[in-house]
Nanobody, 124 residues
């Protein structure tokens, strides 16, 4: 399984970005998917997760109400819509897949495959 993340960039506070993560080499519709982020000098943290059907989602408290995770199983892609961005959202964002479960997890160690990361920088 390969995951390719894209969509990062530089944006002013209050702006929006849409991240995408395209999967190949497996059966995407069976995987729980998650987005994590890592800021300089900090641990990687959970941002959002989505179940295999898209029917269940979860968000970190710091992004709830601002970010939206979704997936298109026909396109083997999971998305993360980032709205009302803040400077503290600056980080490298990673997508991840749980191939042994259709449920996401907040624990990074429960994911089997990771994308390469895409940089999001929010200026004040």
């Amino acid at each position: 399984v390969q995951l390719q993340a894209s969509g990062g960039g530089l944006v002013q506070a209050g702006g929006s970005l849409r991240l995408a993560c395209a999967a190949s080499g497996g059966t995407f519709s069976r995987y729980g998917m998650g987005w994590f982020r890592q800021a300089p000098g900090k641990d990687r943290e959970f941002v959002a997760g989505i179940s295999l059907s898209g029917g269940t989602t979860d968000y970190a408290g710091s992004v709830k109400g601002r970010f939206t995770i979704s997936r298109d199983n026909a396109k083997n892609t999971v998305y993360l819509q980032l709205n009302s961005l803040k400077p503290e959202d600056t980080a490298v964002y990673y997508c991840a897949a749980r191939i042994r479960s259709g449920i996401y997890s907040r624990i990074s160690g429960r994911y089997d495959y990771w994308g390469q990361g895409t940089q999001v920088t929010v200026s004040s």
